[in-house]
């Protein structure tokens, strides 16, 4: 009696506690870890095979797990940082534990790979994006004319711009993207902002996800803060009504309103070819609504 009470007290702990699997997401970091004896598996498709069923038994159980995204590159420089063993399996395991806290990763929900995978990836670009925007932000330093500083000024100006975009729009959910040009390439930042449940009618609670909105904040704020080229495009969708696409080209330190036939035209140009794409039908294309005070300036660049 007292070793089934043992057996069933080890069942309910495994269910208290979080695990994180760190998963190599493509064949070129599977092949990279291959060089490591300790690490078992021979094939990437059967590699994934093991890591989904692990997954789908865990939640089974109870258990919640968060899947990471593993990095040999970054691996091998951790285990050189403090001086581990890179080909053993603990050392793979304390890099793991690392990644929970600080990179990419996503609960498992329950999702296939083929799913998962991709959004995890996006995470990873997602975190990268506004790593990079931020680190240039953070160098523009203060103005030489106030002394205030150039980064914060500006976040602090795109955030009273995003939200005179979302106070402005038209009832539904709105889907908005925040493009900006800089070298050596265009930083996107995407954002979904909810005013309805599923398929229910709208409500007057926006749902924004909070690590989204820093990120589109921070993109839109480099773009002010360098005056660099760019844009930002909203398309809002209703039940009952055509959907609605609009948008702003970055202005010097604001946003000025793109032409129905600019929107248009940015729409159905596919971005890497530059080749027309038929546009969709039950859209409208149009001017987006007067934004208002568009709230803080910020300093001047010299």
Known sequence: MAHTDHRTMRRALRREIA??????????????????????????????????????????????????????EEYAAFCARTGLEPDAAASRARFTAELAGA???LPYDGRPLTELVPALVDEAVRQATWEYASTLLARLGP???CGEDIGRAAFARAAGL??????????????????????????????????????GP?????????????????????????????GLV?????????????????????????????VFDAYCTDIESGDLVAPESGVDYTTP??????????????
């Open 289 to 302: 609504p007067d934004l208002g005070d568009e709230g803080p300036t910020p300093p001047h660049r010299h």
């Open 162 to 199: 995003l939200v005179r975009v979302l106070d402005t729009a038209p009832p539904g959910n709105r889907h908005l993207v925040c493009s900006v040009s800089t070298a050596p390439e265009t930083l996107l930042a995407a954002l979904r902002a909810d005013d309805q449940d599923g398929d």
């Open 19 to 72: 695990g994180t699997i760190g998963l190599l997401t493509d064949a070129q970091d599977f092949r990279a870890m291959r060089r490591y004896r300790s690490f078992v598996f021979e094939d990437h498709t059967t590699y994934l095979r093991h890591v989904e069923a692990f997954l789908r038994v865990r939640a089974a159980q109870g258990g919640h797990t968060t899947v990471a995204l593993f990095d040999p």
């Open 202 to 230: 709208p409500d007057d609670t926006t749902r924004l996800d909070e690590a989204e909105a820093l990120e589109f904040t921070t993109v839109l704020a480099l773009g002010l803060a360098t005056r660099s080229p760019g």
């Open 103 to 105: 990179g990419p990763a």
């Open 234 to 262: 909203m398309r809002t969708t209703a039940p009952g009504t055509p959907d609605r696409v609009y948008g702003w080209r970055l202005r010097g330190d604001g946003l000025h309103p793109l032409t129905a036939a600019e």
């Open 143 to 145: 103005c030489a004319a």
